[in-house]
């Protein structure tokens, strides 16, 4: 196995292509409705073209949705609404066809993929294309240790990798990315926090299921103590990831950096989305050029990654459910911007 040098990411990614951009925007103004009338879905059907290479853009007909699943150490401190180690039951309602993002992706036609990284769980109790790539059971309580070793970093950054490639390989024409996870936003709220130089208190919210004043504290609380132990490794974003993120936003963090080399669109959901977003901004700083920002979803660490990525989102509409939910919300609209800008016609 060859070495993992993230560095390279800088080089191998580029933006969309601008003469791409500016020619579907030349294209966009012979339409026979003027210039502006369909507002923000302009701006997103030129970003299409610019990503496809191509005017007109081609619709988006091979959407995937891909859901990351992990459970984290930390919610054994009672951080979160959902008890410690029930991320099990999150993936089994998804793959049942029963969960929100499940039902949201039948309507919008994309199919979706769990990949199971770390959820606490023996294995054999989910399918075998579920926990193909899974790195270990659980992630460690990063207030007080590491949530990865060295080793399983590696491992889990390098499985997102593999998974861009496939979906690029297999024609996927964008990606809408979520998170299944119990903790996962204690973990994000503190990379943001890290790498934006805040306190605990500013980053920390009530997550996809709403926690009381008292839960709220103790994930306030959590988040300090393992911003004590993020700070030191700034400087390395894997050793970052794997001190205070967890096997499911590392290889997240993969995914994004590798699908931008594919030159693969993403949408992100919420707060861990926008997390390891802000993880693979400092590896590449081109890659926020390939995703957009699906939905703000209240969250104060998600806004404060969007900002500092300078990605603003399509919808506001208070959905917090989490799950690749708000992301998927927005699919419609990105996909309505690609069928106007390729189906309708041209003046002379």
Not at 135 to 145: F, Q
Request: aromatic residues 4%; charged residues 25%.
């Amino acid at each position: 196995m060859s070495v993992l040098n993230l560095d390279d990411f800088a080089h191998l990614i580029e933006r969309p292509d601008g003469g791409v951009r500016r020619d579907a925007e030349e294209w966009r103004a012979r339409l026979a409705v003027p210039p502006g009338a369909f507002g923000r879905l302009d701006e997103l059907g030129a970003w299409l073209a610019a990503a496809q290479q191509r005017v007109p853009v081609r619709p988006v007909e091979r959407p995937r949705l891909l859901l990351f699943a992990g459970d984290h150490g930390v919610a054994e401190l009672g951080v979160s609404a959902r008890p410690a180690g029930g991320t099990k039951d999150l993936v089994r309602a998804v793959l049942d066809g029963v969960s929100p993002a499940a039902v949201l992706a039948r309507g919008a036609g994309a199919r979706p993929r769990v990949v199971d990284m770390a959820v606490d769980c023996d294995p054999a109790e989910l399918p075998e294309e579920v926990t193909r790539y899974r790195v270990r059971r659980g992630s460690g309580r990063i207030d007080v240790e590491d949530a990865l070793t060295a080793e399983e970093a590696e491992a889990a950054f390098r499985a997102g990798m593999a998974l861009a490639d496939e979906e690029a390989d297999a024609g996927t024409d964008l990606v809408v990315l979520g998170d299944l996870s119990v903790g996962g936003t204690t973990a994000a709220s503190t990379l943001i926090a890290a790498l934006c130089g805040t306190d605990a208190s500013v980053v920390t919210g009530r997550g996809g299921a709403r926690i009381d004043d008292l839960a709220w504290m103790r994930k306030c609380g959590a988040i300090r103590d393992a911003l004590r132990r993020a700070r030191p490794v700034l400087g390395d974003q894997l050793e970052l990831l794997a001190t205070t993120g967890g096997a499911d936003l590392t290889a997240m963090t993969g995914f994004l950096l590798q699908s931008a080399v594919r030159q693969t669109p993403v949408i992100l959901d919420g707060v861990v989305s926008a997390a390891c977003a802000l993880v693979a901004q400092r590896v590449a700083f081109r890659a926020p050029d390939w995703w957009l920002a699906g939905q703000a979803s209240g969250e104060p660490a998600q806004a404060k990654a969007l900002d500092r990525i300078a990605l603003n989102p399509l919808l506001d509409h208070g959905v917090t459910a989490g799950e690749g939910t708000g992301a998927l919300l927005a699919l419609p609209m990105v996909q309505a911007a690609a069928a106007l800008a390729a189906e309708l016609p041209v003046r002379d």
